[in-house]
């Protein structure tokens, strides 16, 4: 008899769409993977460029502030009418150099301090004070007030912007500092008064200020000459002014003195 052939069992086949659908499923998940690494890279970049970005815009800001402009605000009134209580000034540092922030070190300019300048400064009587008033003494200038009137080296000055409100005139302990500067020996006889006093000599390296408030200002002629490296800078312009002495809600909205803003101050 002849044998009879024995079939192969044959095993069945996986579903191909099921087996197509897992492979699929696990290249997408790869491609996922990658494109989640490429964005948290991408927000990492961003955020390191807006941190670099911030930097230089600080480090930009302090060196203006330092060497290049300030602003300033007037808050007493020995300076009017040329400054009033309630003006913002910006202050050119550029323009006679600056100091270095806690040092004696200055910054040359690209001018010297001129008479006649109004110009802030930090005062050697007050560690925590900052002043603006005009320049009106030099290295090597003689200076003498007789009856209100200044005089430099033997002329009297032309001072429009002087304003006075007719207070007594009387003699003044705090101006005996004087006599180590006066150009005339004087002995005990010195007694120098607000409106009176000198002949000066204005030594190097220092300046005189003077208010332009003559009769309400604390200046050179009460706590002595200043060294030249605590200038701060030129007063060069008013960008903002309001009446601060106002009782109304919200002054600097309703006492805007919109006349004096932009004003040159000379």
């Known amino acids: 008899m002849a044998a009879k052939r024995k079939r192969k069992a044959r095993r069945p086949s996986a579903p191909r769409g099921r087996g197509s659908a897992a492979s699929r499923g696990k290249t997408a998940g790869g491609s996922a993977g990658t494109g989640s690494r490429a964005e948290g890279n991408e927000r990492s970049g961003n955020g390191a460029e807006w941190t670099r970005t911030i930097f230089y815009a600080a480090v930009l800001f302090l060196v203006m502030r330092v060497f290049l402009v300030q602003t300033f605000v007037i808050t007493s009134g020995s300076m009017e009418n040329t400054l009033l209580v309630g003006d913002f000034l910006v202050v050119n540092k550029a323009a006679i150099g600056s100091r270095v922030p806690f040092t004696d070190i200055r910054i040359p300019g690209y001018s010297e301090p001129r008479r006649g300048d109004v110009l802030v400064f930090d005062p050697h009587h007050e560690d925590d004070m900052t002043l603006v008033k005009r320049l009106m003494g030099v290295p090597g200038d003689t200076l003498q007030m007789r ?118 101050i000379q």
Do not use: C, K
């Not at 009297?156 to 006075?164: C, D, I, L």
């Not at 007719?166 to 120098?192: C, I, K, T």
């Not at 200043?226 to 106002?246: K, M, Q, T």
């Open 147 to 264: 009856d209100r009137v200044l005089y430099r080296n033997g002329q009297p000055q032309e001072e429009p912007y002087v304003v006075t409100s007719g207070r007594p005139d009387e003699f003044a302990p705090s101006m005996l500092w004087q006599l180590n500067h006066l150009v005339e020996a004087s002995g005990g006889d010195y007694h120098p008064t607000r409106d009176n006093w000198g002949p000066l000599l204005v030594p190097d390296g220092y300046y005189f200020m003077l208010g332009d408030n003559r009769d309400s200002s604390l200046d050179s002629r009460y706590w002595g000459l200043l060294e030249g490296w605590r200038f701060e800078g030129r007063a060069s312009r008013i960008y903002f002014s309001y009446n601060r002495d106002s009782t109304r809600p919200f002054p600097w909205i309703r006492e805007i003195r919109g006349s004096r803003i932009g004003d040159g």
